[in-house]
């Protein structure tokens, strides 16, 4: 699993990412990416809530302050903003039914990995910072003051900049060379069957000029 970002058609920069588990899939989607948040907090999901940190909650009373979690006011739990966060240092804002969005990860050694299905569905980036720079047009060091601060703040990108999350066990690379990959989410299967079906449709013709039928 890899980002490419685009400019004139062609990639400028490429990282690994993490991605959803096999049963947790990142969706194949088309959204934007508006703007940056510097040391984001993490607002977890329900799902995420009632499955995972409710019963270790229960488990042990401590859970939520040695992972600095809390409760907010709307019984929601949130994890606050620093280098433990689970969004690491950098949130990609992104506009999408399924609140899927590209962020940082203190677990960098999961990018090792040649199989890298392990997110609740959001992707993590490798190079967060690199990407950052190059979407906001800003440098490094600006960057790099903002987290330091440790407050957190948004910084609005220039211009939208288009996101295409696709999924492709097959597909040429730029420079006219062939890959192939597996088929982790199992997808290829049902694109197989859906090309077969189509295939066997009968397909209309034109009667010839002059028999056309009144």
């Known amino acids: 699993a890899r980002l490419q970002l685009f400019r004139d058609d062609r990639p400028v920069f490429t990282t690994r990412v993490v991605v ?105 980036v490798e190079n967060p910072r690199t990407l950052a720079v190059m979407l906001l047009g800003q440098s490094v060091e600006s960057i790099d003051k903002g987290i330091a601060s440790g407050h957190t703040s948004r910084r609005v990108l220039p211009a939208p900049m288009p996101v295409f999350i696709v999924y492709q066990t097959a597909y040429v690379e730029s420079d006219g060379s062939i890959q192939f990959r597996g088929d982790p989410y199992d997808r290829d299967e049902e694109i197989w069957r859906y090309l077969t079906r189509a295939q066997q449709l009968p397909i209309a013709q034109d009667s010839p000029v002059g028999q056309r039928k009144g």
């Open 20 to 124: 959803g588990e096999t049963d947790k899939q990142t969706p194949e989607l088309q959204s934007t990416i508006n703007d940056v948040l510097l040391n984001p907090p993490w607002n977890i999901p329900r799902s995420i809530a009632q499955k995972e940190i409710l019963p270790k909650l229960a488990a042990d009373p401590g859970y939520l302050a040695s992972h600095h979690m809390r409760f907010r006011s709307n019984g929601a739990i949130q994890q606050e903003a620093g280098p433990y966060s689970s969004l690491g240092r950098l949130k990609f804002e992104m506009d999408d039914r399924y609140d899927v969005y590209l962020h940082d990860t203190p677990t960098k050694s999961l990018f090792q990995s040649a199989a890298r299905m392990m997110s609740h569905g959001c992707v993590r």
